[in-house]
């Protein structure tokens, strides 16, 4: 169940590739976010336009915030119409389904490019 999220998370990057008009949003966008799944995870790297996935766990391995959720939230979030609960990463917090830590200026900084990101596995997306 978990390696599937992670999976999805691994795709992110070329999904954000094909999308263009996300890319070129996300020009000066440089945030590094933890993204987990239960107790496992992996980390983005959006770097001035470019997205890369980086391992999550391990000596040194910085970030500038996690959203850490259980996989049922994720799954949730990723469907074609999620619910109110689940429709965006501030939803999912509001109802106890996530947690953000961390520095949350380049979070509010770069806020709608990391929830267009976050959204890009959903069906029809």
Same mark, same amino acid.
Not at 83 to 109: K, Q, S
Not at 118 to 123: D, G, T, Y
């Given at each position: 169940m978990t390696n599937q999220i992670l999976a999805t998370f691994a795709r992110l990057p070329a999904q954000f590739a094909s999308h263009p008009q996300l890319?070129?949003?996300a020009g000066r966008a440089k945030?590094?976010? !933890? &993204?987990? *799944?239960?107790s496992r995870g992996l980390r983005l790297r959006l770097d001035e336009?470019? !997205?890369?996935? &980086?391992?999550g766990q391990g000596v040194m +391995?910085?970030?500038d915030l996690a959203l850490r959720a259980e996989p049922d939230a994720w799954r949730?979030?990723? +469907? *074609?119409v999620p619910a109110p609960d689940a429709f965006d990463i501030l939803g999912l917090v509001r109802h106890g389904r996530m947690r953000i830590e961390g520095n949350f200026t380049p &979070?509010?900084?770069h806020l +709608?490019?990391?929830?267009d990101i976050l959204a890009l596995p959903r069906a029809g997306a």
């Amino acid at each position: 169940m978990t390696n599937q999220i992670l999976a999805t998370f691994a795709r992110l990057p070329a999904q954000f590739a094909s999308h263009p008009q996300l890319v070129r949003r996300a020009g000066r966008a440089k945030i590094v976010v !933890l &993204l987990e *799944a239960g107790s496992r995870g992996l980390r983005l790297r959006l770097d001035e336009g470019v !997205l890369t996935c &980086l391992p999550g766990q391990g000596v040194m +391995q910085g970030w500038d915030l996690a959203l850490r959720a259980e996989p049922d939230a994720w799954r949730d979030h990723w +469907q *074609a119409v999620p619910a109110p609960d689940a429709f965006d990463i501030l939803g999912l917090v509001r109802h106890g389904r996530m947690r953000i830590e961390g520095n949350f200026t380049p &979070l509010m900084r770069h806020l +709608q490019v990391v929830k267009d990101i976050l959204a890009l596995p959903r069906a029809g997306a």
